[in-house]
């Protein structure tokens, strides 16, 4: 079966740092392009960026560039979204996804992580 | 920056047909995928590449795309189908991906 399995929620302070992670299974990880899409309570979906595990080739929505890094280790078939310093405004459900074609950078996404709540709050 | 624009909600009686659209300038030459969101849940691939059903999506829904506007059709809605509807796409030069604001669908 192909899945990917999100971190559990977090609950951090304003200024700590946080990595969460997007395990993928049942397919080859490296081929994919995989996506990170933010969901604050109540709002609607907003794309972030995406990343190629295969060569780590990433593309950020201008609002994210600088405010996120998303990274991957293909060796566990897993990538990361992480934070240096948090705002209570990153306060979101974050959810991981795999776009539907193989290499395909410019596609929809198909499998859906069960996403990763942050609550960033003093 | 590039903008989806989708209606805030859509109400049908169950067996109608819902239609949820989704205007965006790039739409003639970008393909539309459509995500069904059910409350406290990820969403779900229900339609991509304009018109295309992922395996296991039921045929009342369907998708089409005209000019600058995608649309998704439910046919014979269901009480099962309410959840938020979003369009994604991209513009035209393919580098800016979004979603539309997406769409509240009732069916009661």
């Known amino acids: 079966e192909v899945q990917l399995v999100q971190s559990g929620a977090e609950v951090k302070k304003p200024g700590e740092s946080l990595k969460i992670s997007c395990k993928g299974s049942?397919?080859?990880?490296?081929?994919?392009?995989i996506g990170w899409v933010r969901q604050m309570p109540g709002k609607g979906l907003e794309w972030m960026g995406i990343?190629?595990?295969?060569?780590?080739?990433?593309r950020y929505r201008p609002s994210f560039q600088g405010q996120v890094t998303i990274s991957a280790d293909k060796s566990i078939s897993t990538a990361y979204m992480q934070w240096s310093s948090l705002k209570a405004s990153d306060t979101a459900m974050y959810y991981c996804a795999r776009h539907i074609g193989e290499q395909q950078i410019h596609d929809g996404f198909d499998i859906w992580g069960q996403g990763t709540m942050v609550t960033v709050s003093s | 920056s590039y903008e989806l624009t989708q209606p805030p909600s859509v109400s049908v009686s169950p067996g109608q047909t819902a239609r949820i659209t989704c205007s965006g300038d790039?739409?003639?030459?970008?393909?539309a995928y459509w995500y069904q969101q059910k409350s406290g849940q990820a969403p779900v691939l229900v339609i991509y590449?304009?018109?295309k059903r992922p395996s296991g999506i039921p045929e009342r829904f369907s998708g089409s795309s005209s000019g600058t506007m995608a649309t998704l059709t439910i046919s014979g809605a269901q009480v099962k189908d309410e959840a938020d509807y979003y369009c994604?796409?991209?513009?035209?030069?393919?580098?800016?991906?979004?979603f539309g604001g997406g769409t509240k669908l009732t069916v009661l």
């Open positions: 990343i190629y595990p295969g060569d780590s080739d990433s």
């Open positions: 994604y796409s991209t513009d035209s030069s393919g580098n800016h991906r979004v």
């Open positions: 049942g397919y080859r990880f490296t081929r994919y392009w």
């Open positions: 790039a739409l003639p030459k970008k393909y």
């Open positions: 590449e304009d018109s």
